[in-house]
């Protein structure tokens, strides 16, 4: 086993009936990094999520946290360094946020005086003692935050984690996890529809589409590669033409200009010499620094020019 990854997933393969949610997902999560795991919805992630944790049994394939095989037989104890927030946390409604943290850490198996450290992480110290049913919903999904760092775990699984924080508890969550990653070589493996954030804190991603891995690798090597060139011709009409017989995915614009999509930054000469060979004459190349937004969504809508 890679004993630098914190995660790694084997060919893992899950379905439901005759419909494939996850297929053949080779996943390689750096120890100490901060991942993060993005794909529209239904693509499968919550569904990879539920099989790293062991809540669902894969139809084919292996996961391994820190280098050990997740089994069901011993999930229970490998699972221990994991600390992990799915969804909506659950929580007893009838007891305090730090009655909460307390049946948890009799779990764990931990010093109570985690708790504490805890609920300060979250900045739930004042509410410690009030009884759940009258928390917000950013208030519970803090206290979900505060119960996954329970343990002090090397690998941190965030599903959604910022689900009813403010802006400030965004804030304040991303300063949080790049502080365990940096100063306490914590995992954080996150998905998230905020791809804003991910942008900010992620130095790996991985891309799901249909249950397939399109893209993994350093967020920086994908700005590398996945880039949108903007031409203005003489002769867009043909000029249209001509790209798309050569392979590039291109798409007219509404102001008369051409939306080509590159796999690497050099093709731009490329695509030049292309329309001048044809006879057309180029005005103008622009090729402005994608968004991690835009980036996804040329990645979900092209896969043709995708870089596994």
Same mark, same amino acid.
């Given at each position: 086993?890679?004993?630098?990854?914190?995660?790694?997933?084997?060919?893992?393969?899950?379905?439901?009936?005759?419909?494939? +949610?996850?297929?053949?997902?080779?996943?390689?999560?750096?120890?100490?990094?901060?991942?993060?795991?993005?794909?529209?919805?239904?693509?499968?992630?919550?569904?990879?999520?539920?099989?790293?944790?062991?809540?669902? %049994?894969?139809?084919?394939?292996?996961?391994?946290?820190?280098?050990? /095989? *997740?089994?069901? =037989?011993?999930?229970? #104890?490998?699972?221990?360094?994991?600390?992990?927030?799915?969804?909506?946390?659950?929580?007893?409604?009838?007891?305090?946020?730090?009655?909460?943290?307390?049946?948890? %850490?009799?779990?764990?198996?931990?010093?109570?005086?985690?708790?504490?450290?805890?609920?300060?992480?979250?900045?739930?110290? +004042?509410?410690?003692?009030?009884?759940?049913? @009258?928390? @917000?919903?950013?208030?519970?999904? %803090?206290?979900?935050?505060?119960?996954?760092?329970?343990?002090?775990?090397?690998?941190? *699984?965030?599903?959604?984690?910022?689900?009813?924080?403010?802006?400030?508890?965004?804030?304040?969550?991303?300063?949080?996890?790049?502080?365990?990653?940096?100063?306490?070589?914590?995992?954080?493996?996150?998905?998230?529809?905020?791809?804003?954030?991910?942008?900010?804190?992620? /130095?790996?991603?991985?891309?799901?589409?249909?249950?397939?891995?399109?893209?993994?690798? /350093?967020?920086?090597?994908?700005?590398?590669? #996945?880039?949108?060139?903007?031409?203005?011709?003489?002769?867009?009409?043909?000029?249209?033409?001509?790209?798309?017989?050569?392979?590039?995915?291109?798409? =007219? #614009?509404?102001?008369?200009?051409?939306?080509?999509?590159?796999?690497?930054?050099?093709?731009? +000469?490329?695509?030049?010499?292309?329309?001048?060979?044809?006879?057309?004459?180029?005005?103008?190349?622009?090729?402005?620094?994608?968004?991690? /937004?835009?980036?996804?969504?040329?990645?979900?809508?092209?896969?043709?020019? =995708?870089?596994?």
């Amino acid at each position: 086993m890679n004993s630098s990854l914190a995660i790694e997933t084997r060919s893992l393969t899950r379905s439901f009936g005759s419909k494939s +949610a996850v297929r053949g997902l080779n996943l390689q999560v750096p120890a100490g990094s901060i991942y993060g795991f993005l794909g529209p919805n239904g693509a499968g992630k919550t569904t990879t999520i539920r099989l790293i944790l062991g809540l669902l %049994r894969p139809s084919s394939g292996y996961v391994f946290l820190a280098g050990r /095989e *997740i089994k069901a =037989a011993t999930a229970y #104890q490998e699972l221990r360094g994991v600390g992990t927030l799915v969804e909506t946390p659950s929580l007893y409604a009838n007891l305090t946020g730090r009655e909460n943290l307390e049946v948890a %850490r009799r779990l764990l198996d931990v010093p109570v005086s985690q708790i504490g450290t805890a609920l300060n992480l979250m900045d739930l110290t +004042a509410d410690a003692d009030r009884t759940v049913r @009258s928390y @917000s919903m950013g208030m519970r999904q %803090r206290l979900g935050l505060a119960r996954a760092c329970l343990g002090e775990p090397r690998i941190l *699984i965030l599903d959604e984690p910022t689900n009813g924080l403010d802006p400030e508890g965004v804030r304040d969550l991303r300063k949080l996890l790049r502080q365990l990653a940096s100063e306490h070589g914590v995992t954080v493996f996150l998905s998230s529809h905020l791809l804003s954030e991910i942008d900010q804190m992620a /130095e790996y991603i991985g891309i799901l589409r249909q249950g397939e891995l399109i893209y993994q690798g /350093e967020l920086r090597g994908l700005r590398k590669y #996945q880039r949108e060139l903007y031409i203005r011709v003489d002769l867009p009409a043909r000029a249209l033409e001509v790209l798309k017989a050569s392979g590039w995915a291109t798409e =007219a #614009q509404d102001d008369g200009s051409l939306r080509v999509l590159l796999a690497a930054e050099p093709e731009s +000469a490329g695509v030049a010499r292309v329309l001048v060979q044809a006879g057309i004459g180029v005005y103008e190349l622009h090729s402005p620094k994608p968004s991690l /937004e835009e980036l996804f969504l040329q990645l979900v809508e092209h896969p043709e020019v =995708a870089y596994a």
